[in-house]
Structures are given as structure tokens and as C-alpha cells.
């Protein structure tokens, strides 16, 4: 017997898996050290063995200064933390509202499987037009909404445009594409909810909310799992909405730190400060992503 | 997840620039590769109508042009200048070059500007192209700021142009008395708030306090800027701007204007081709921003677009060939005329458009000429400072913040004073 025939069976796995390891370690385990390194570093983005202008080199290592700068002399840095904050809570409202359009589509009442794909189709549609359209909707102006408060006598409110409001008016239209996705999920979840259970409630005389909560959703809790990570994911990468809406506007308040990093790497050619935007972030993901990988693998233990 | 997407589409973009710069380079002698930003449709058609004519006049050359879209070109140009150089880029007078001349990325080519007698020909647009008394590239074109308004209107309540700040005041009072927005401004995406910026401070400190500021020699706590601020409050406070600017684009800012509801814009010639499709070019007029403090010499905005080599170019005879042909005062001019901008070549046919040729004069006239508020300045502490006064335009009573903060930020930039 040949090397090979002998040790097939155990060499095969690691020769497929290899084209995959290879790429995962080129696209997301080097460029992560990298941009840590990077982050310890003031770099224009240029040449780093060249000179700028005032007569600084290009690359210079600079040690933890810009951490140091952004948590103890950048305002706007906490304003995106905040705001990333924001959105990690009140995205999270996209999911009982799709849970409740998805009960209410769950019916068997005439035309219904057109109303349900009526109410996914917002999940079809790319962000960026989703955020134009919201930012006409909003137009203090000519916009529909500032259209329908007139009928109450209310004056406009210009969303976009209020430093406190900016955050909310995104997060709302980012509402429209991921209650879309939540409701789905749950249509899907709910056929899997098992009728003799729900008999045997009735017959215990559970009904309406008491059902809900103890008969219903614990069936539906792969949904619930499924809908909480795609929705924080969607909560820490929010970029392209407020690229469309307010491009971090007004005057910073609507940024988050996938933003700021954005605009000091690219446009401010500060990118050893944006790598140290990204590596804050990363640490910030890296929380969520530990209980995420927590409950999978307590999940996956359980089924054993 | 982030991270990965990020750092994997600037992998592709680069990928990508080499993909097209190696499928259109593959050196034969005698091909030049020019990377383009001329992407809205009549920017274009200028720019296809200068190609044309020079490789009529130089059939010996094949041009091969990358288009980029305007916006991405400007991230997408520190990619290809120091990866894969094409011979000839397109890009901005002022600070937008001296960046990359700084890093040693534009070639010099004032033997270009001698050869073609372009000093002559180019005289007025020769300070924004020249670094240590070298020219590093090509003006083609550029174009007038000022005040575009319903003539109209102003002659409904029997207005006349104002050319002092008391004058422009009282109009703006009247404006307003009659339920008209006296000013229309979009300051979404902060630029626009830089050129009010820009008109105020060269109108009251002067073209080359203006400069100083921009080369982050002057603090922004100096007192001199108070006046600045001050009048600007002028027309903030009884609220003459239009409101709730910030939610708007400098194109969403126009339909105010184009429905009779606003009467004033300060903005570049590149709104004259918006009005006039609107169907109310014949309503609309054009003034020079007016005077506010007598003393000073008149400076206005004129943001000059320009080409140039870069120092990794492969064919730089045939882009040198490229730059001169600038000289020929018909090529010239029509690239400008299609696009709606000025020919930086005296010897161009004169401009037929009317507010070209308003513009023309003032400019002919200025003592001094400005590129624009985040063209002058270096890049970051340009948006810093927009988005302070995009900030000052709706809280003015803020300033005293907004202002140390921009002094932290150019301290930052460019070093204790």
C-alpha cells in the first residue's frame, strides 16, 4: 500500500478544506493583524518610505498614540460609539414587529400569498435605494411625511437634519428592508410549530398572549436566534443607509465607527487612526461573536 | 465581517485597476493611457471632444482613456498613482496637487509649459499649478462662483442687485417680508457652507489672510474671524437661509429656486446646464458676491481643473505631446465650452453662454483667485471645518465650540503656532 492509500481517509478532509483555509488566512486572518499593526502607526496611505509635505515621514510608528487620542481627545468617537449603541438596541425592535406581521399573514384568508410577498419585497430592494427613497420621505419640504403631519397641523420635522433625530430616521428606514427579513424567518418557523401542542394548550384553556409566549415562541426559538444575529450584525455594519442618508451628518451626529473609520482612512488619509477605529470595533464585535459562538456550541451540545 | 469586506475591497479595487491598466497598457510604444474623472455627461463629451482632436492631430498615438466616476476617482487616485501609473490623470489645482506633488507622484513639467508657450497663453491660471516655481501640470478648464437669482422676483418688489453687505441685507430683509426664502443653500454634504465661508472671509480679511487660514498658518480663534462670523450670523439669526439645509444636496437645494420660493444661490457655473433644463434660464441672472469691507482686493472662487503626469507614467513623451496640445486654443476651448467651464487658454473662442461670459469678466477683473474652501485646504482639516460651519449655519450659538475645536484640529494638522 502506497503512502496515500493508507492515509486517505484522514489526509483527504484537510486537502479539501485547504483551498478554503488558504483564502480565509490571505482575506481575514492577515488583513486583521495587519490592521492591528497598522494601528499602531501614523500613516497617510502613501509610499511608507516616502515624506510629507511638512516634512514628516509617511509611515512613523507612533505606539498606542492614537488610541490615546481617540478616547481621551476625539468628541466625535463617542458620538459614533454612542450611535452604535443606538443601533444595537433599537434595531432589535425590527424583530417583535416582524414576528407580529408574520402571525398576521400566517392566515388562511383569499390573496394572502400576495400580501406576504408584498411585505418581503423591501428585503429585495438594495440599501442604497432604500435610502433615497427614505431621504425623500423625509424631505421637510416636499417629502411625504412632512405631506401627511400637515393634515394634523404638525410643522415638518426635518429627520436628517436634527443631531438628535439623524440616528433614529436611519434606524427606522433600516427597519423597512430587516423587518422584511424577521417576518420571513418566522413565516418559515411557524409552519414548524406543532398543532398537537398548540390543541393541548387549548384544551389547558391557554389562549391569545398566554399561547403566544408559552406555546408558540418556544417553538420558534431557532427563528428567534437566527433573526437576533443577522440583526446585530446588520446594527454593527450600518453603513451604507447613513453613506446614503446623512453621510454622517449633521455635522457628525448620525456616525458610526464603521463611518469614522471610513471617512478618517479614505478621506482624511489618516489610516493608521481609522485602523484603530477598525480594531476597536473589532473588539466590540468580538464580544457578540463569543456569545454567539457560545450558544451554538451549548445549542449544539443540548441535541446530543 | 467588517473588517474582512473592507480590507478585501480595497484588495479588489486594486486588482481591478491592475486588471484595466494592464489589459490597456500592454507597452506598445506609442499608447497613452490617461485616467479620466470626466464621468457626468456633458464633463464627458468636452473631454471625448479634446481626445478627438488631439489624435486627429496625432494619429501616431493611441489614446486609451479609463473613465472612473467622479467621486470613487478620488480615492481611486492614490491606488493607481503609486501602483500602476497611467501617463496622464486628471485632477485639481491648489492643495488637491501639491499633496501628491509632495509625495513625489506628479512629474514636473514646466519644460512643457515653456515649450508650448503655455506661460503666455496660461498666464492667469499659472499660480495654481506652480510649486517652488515649478509647474506640475495642465489647467483645462475652470469656472466662476457667485450669487445665481430670480431676476424675476427681484423685479416683482422692484429689487436691485445689491454691492455692498448693507444692500445685501435689505434685500434679503425684503426677500423674506415677502415670504420668499432670500438664500437657498444644501448643506448635506458640507461644501457648500465651505463657500460662504470662502466669500466672507476674502470679502472681509482678504485673499491672503484667506490663504494664511488654509495653509493652517492662523489659528481659527483669531480674532480677525470674528468678523467673519459675525456677519455671517447676520443672516442667520433672522433666519434668510433656507431651513432645514442640512437635509438637502446642493441639487436638492435648487428646487426651491427653480419653484419662485427661494431667490438667491451662492454656487459654482455648474448650476447654469440644471436651470436652464428647468425651463427658467431666461428668470434667472448673475451677481458678484458682494463688497463688505471696501479696503480689501477683490478675490473670488474659481476652482481650476486640471491633468497631469505622474512620475511612474511609462509614455511620457506622448503625454507630455498630451498636455501641450492644451495650446491649441480651438481644442481648448471647445473640451471647456462642452463642459460648461472657462478655457484657462486666452487665445479659446470666447464663451457664448451668458453666465460664462459674466464670469469671464469678473474673473478677467479679480485681483486674486481661490480654488475653493476643501480644495485650498488639506483634506481632513477641510471637512473638519465644513462640518463646523455646516454646524455654526444652524447653531450659531455654538461658535465659541466649533471654533476651538477647528483650532484643535489644525493644531493637530499642522503643528502649535
Redesign the interface.
Known amino acids: 500500500m502506497t503512502f496515500w492509500e493508507r492515509n486517505q481517509l484522514k489526509l483527504a478532509p484537510f486537502l479539501f478544506l485547504a483551498p478554503a483555509i488558504f483564502i480565509f488566512l490571505i482575506?481575514?486572518i492577515y488583513?486583521?493583524f495587519?490592521?492591528i499593526w497598522v494601528s499602531f502607526h501614523e500613516w497617510n496611505?502613501?509610499?511608507k518610505d516616502?515624506?510629507?509635505?511638512?516634512g514628516k515621514p509617511?509611515w512613523e510608528f507612533v505606539g498606542f498614540k492614537n488610541y490615546i487620542t481617540l478616547f481621551t481627545?476625539d468628541?466625535e468617537f463617542y458620538v459614533s460609539l454612542f450611535n452604535n449603541i443606538r443601533w444595537l438596541i433599537f434595531s432589535l425592535l425590527a424583530i417583535p414587529i416582524g414576528l407580529a406581521l408574520a402571525l398576521f399573514v400566517n392566515q388562511k384568508i383569499l390573496g394572502i400569498r400576495y400580501i406576504k410577498s408584498l411585505f418581503y419585497f423591501p428585503f429585495v430592494i438594495n440599501a442604497v435605494v432604500i435610502g433615497v427613497i427614505f431621504t425623500w420621505f423625509?424631505?421637510?419640504?416636499?417629502g411625504a411625511l412632512a405631506y401627511v403631519l400637515s393634515f394634523f397641523g404638525i410643522d415638518?420635522i426635518?429627520?436628517?437634519?436634527d443631531e438628535n433625530l439623524a440616528t433614529y430616521g436611519i434606524i427606522i428606514a433600516s427597519f423597512f428592508p430587516g423587518i422584511a427579513y424577521t417576518m420571513i424567518l418566522y413565516i418559515t418557523g411557524l409552519t414548524g410549530v406543532s398543532r398537537e401542542m398548540i390543541e393541548a394548550g387549548r384544551i389547558d384553556g391557554a389562549s391569545g398572549l398566554t399561547m403566544l409566549w408559552h406555546v408558540v415562541l418556544p417553538q420558534l426559538r431557532a427563528a428567534t436566534l437566527i433573526a437576533i444575529v443577522v440583526t446585530l450584525?446588520g446594527a454593527?455594519?450600518a453603513f451604507d443607509l447613513i453613506a446614503v442618508m446623512?453621510?454622517g451628518?449633521?455635522?457628525?451626529s448620525s456616525e458610526v465607527l464603521?463611518y469614522k473609520m471610513?471617512?478618517?482612512a479614505?478621506?482624511?488619509?489618516?489610516m493608521g487612526y481609522g485602523a484603530a477605529i477598525?480594531t476597536i470595533?473589532?473588539l466590540i464585535?468580538d464580544i457578540y461573536i463569543a456569545w454567539f459562538l457560545y450558544r451554538l456550541f451549548k445549542n449544539e451540545s443540548s441535541e446530543k | 465581517m467588517l473588517l474582512k469586506v473592507i480590507n478585501f475591497g480595497g484588495k479588489m479595487k486594486k486588482l481591478l485597476t491592475l486588471v484595466i491598466l494592464f489589459t490597456s497598457t500592454i507597452a506598445s510604444a506609442g499608447t497613452l493611457v490617461i485616467n479620466s474623472n470626466q464621468s457626468g455627461e456633458s464633463s464627458m463629451a468636452g473631454f471625448n471632444s479634446y481626445v478627438e482632436a488631439f489624435k486627429a492631430a496625432h494619429p501616431e498615438v493611441t489614446v486609451v482613456v479609463n473613465e472612473f466616476e467622479h467621486e470613487a476617482y478620488k480615492t481611486a487616485i492614490r491606488n493607481f498613482l503609486t501602483a500602476e501609473s497611467p501617463d496622464v490623470a486628471i485632477w485639481f489645482a491648489g492643495n488637491r496637487m501639491k499633496f501628491f506633488v509632495d509625495q513625489n507622484l506628479f512629474m514636473d513639467v514646466s519644460d512643457v509649459w515653456d515649450d508650448a508657450g503655455l506661460n503666455d497663453l496660461m498666464a492667469s491660471t499659472k499660480g495654481s499649478l506652480t510649486v517652488d516655481g515649478k509647474q506640475y501640470g495642465v489647467p483645462w478648464g475652470y469656472y466662476q462662483w457667485g450669487v445665481y437669482y430670480r431676476k424675476d422676483l427681484f423685479d416683482q418688489l422692484g429689487l436691485n442687485v445689491p454691492k455692498d453687505w448693507e444692500e445685501f441685507k435689505w434685500v434679503c430683509a425684503m426677500l423674506k417680508k415677502n415670504g420668499i426664502t432670500p438664500i437657498t443653500i444644501g448643506t448635506k454634504f458640507l461644501w457648500t457652507a465651505g463657500g460662504w465661508f470662502d466669500y466672507l472671509n476674502l470679502r472681509i480679511n482678504g485673499y491672503q489672510f484667506h490663504m494664511d487660514l488654509t495653509a493652517g498658518k492662523v489659528s481659527y480663534e483669531d480674532p480677525r474671524l470674528d468678523a467673519v462670523f459675525d456677519h455671517w450670523r447676520e443672516l442667520i439669526d433672522p433666519g434668510y437661509f433656507l431651513e432645514d439645509h442640512a437635509s438637502f444636496s446642493w441639487q436638492d437645494a435648487q428646487a426651491p429656486q427653480i419653484n419662485g420660493e427661494a431667490a438667491m444661490y451662492l454656487i459654482g457655473n455648474f448650476y447654469v446646464p440644471t436651470f436652464e433644463a428647468a425651463g427658467i434660464g431666461d428668470q434667472m441672472d448673475f451677481f458678484q458676491f458682494p463688497t463688505i469691507n471696501e479696503g480689501v482686493g477683490v478675490a473670488e472662487d474659481a476652482p481650476t481643473d486640471t491633468m497631469h503626469i505622474p512620475a511612474g507614467a511609462k509614455n511620457v513623451e506622448d503625454a507630455k505631446k498630451f498636455l501641450a496640445f492644451m495650446s491649441n486654443a480651438n481644442a481648448a476651448g471647445e473640451w471647456a465650452k462642452i463642459a460648461g467651464m472657462l478655457s484657462p487658454n486666452k487665445n479659446a473662442p470666447k464663451p457664448e453662454n451668458r453666465f460664462s461670459i459674466m464670469g469671464a469678466k469678473m474673473l478677467a477683473a479679480a485681483d486674486d483667485i481661490a480654488q475653493f474652501w476643501d480644495r485650498d485646504s488639506n483634506p481632513d482639516m477641510a471637512s473638519a471645518a465644513m462640518e463646523g460651519f455646516q454646524e455654526f449655519m444652524v447653531k450659531p450659538d455654538r461658535e465659541d465650540k466649533i471654533r476651538a475645536r477647528l483650532e484643535k484640529e489644525r493644531a493637530r494638522i499642522h503643528g502649535a503656532l
Open positions: 482575506y481575514v488583513p486583521i495587519d490592521s496611505g502613501m509610499d516616502g515624506v510629507r509635505g511638512n509617511n481627545d468628541d423625509y424631505n421637510p419640504k416636499y415638518p426635518p429627520f436628517l437634519a450584525v454593527l455594519r446623512t453621510a451628518g449633521p455635522w457628525g464603521a471610513y471617512q478618517e479614505l478621506f482624511n488619509y489618516r477598525a470595533l473589532f464585535m
